[in-house]
């Protein structure tokens, strides 16, 4: 059963899932870098200094906070900002994965399209080949002709 264990655990896919993982959670981290500290202060400076990260609305009279944290300590709130933020990191994930699967694509239709290349013949091949080829062409023989004679 270990020895079983063992040959799943080490497939190719199995391996190639685990990479996949890993630079999934790191192309995570980037992401939300990118829409925290890029995307979110050009959309708040277009928008007049508004800060998507902290606008909710309170769903019960004692959330009396102005940031997201503390209100959610006191009760139920409606983060709408932090849903805000969360489809725009949703919005450049699919794109990026758009353009990196077209990208793919292009690259496998050019494989595709390509030629299939033509079996190299070795050089002592080539030689035998065209030898033959003259010496057929210098004595066509026809029935009932005597090689060499010409009769």
């Known amino acids: 059963m270990l020895k079983e264990f063992r040959e799943f ?9 685990a990479i996949g993982i890993i630079i999934g959670a790191a192309f995570s981290g980037l992401v939300n870098s990118i829409v925290a500290d890029l995307f979110m ?3 708040g400076l277009v928008t007049g200094g508004v800060d998507f990260t902290n606008k909710f609305l309170a769903l019960s009279s004692s959330v009396t906070a102005t940031s997201l944290a503390q209100a959610r300590e006191q009760g139920p709130v409606l983060a709408y900002g932090n849903f805000i933020t969360l489809s725009i990191n949703f919005i450049i994930v699919a794109f990026v994965l758009f353009l990196i699967v077209k990208g793919m694509n292009r690259l496998k239709r ?11 013949v070795p050089r002592e091949e080539e030689l035998l080949e065209e030898i033959r080829d003259l010496l057929a062409s210098r004595e066509r023989v026809r029935p009932g002709q005597v090689p060499g004679t010409g009769l």
């Open 9 to 17: 655990a080490l497939k190719g896919n199995m391996v190639d899932l």
């Open 41 to 43: 202060p050009l959309i």
């Open 110 to 120: 050019q494989e595709e399209q390509k030629p299939a290349e033509e079996k190299k």
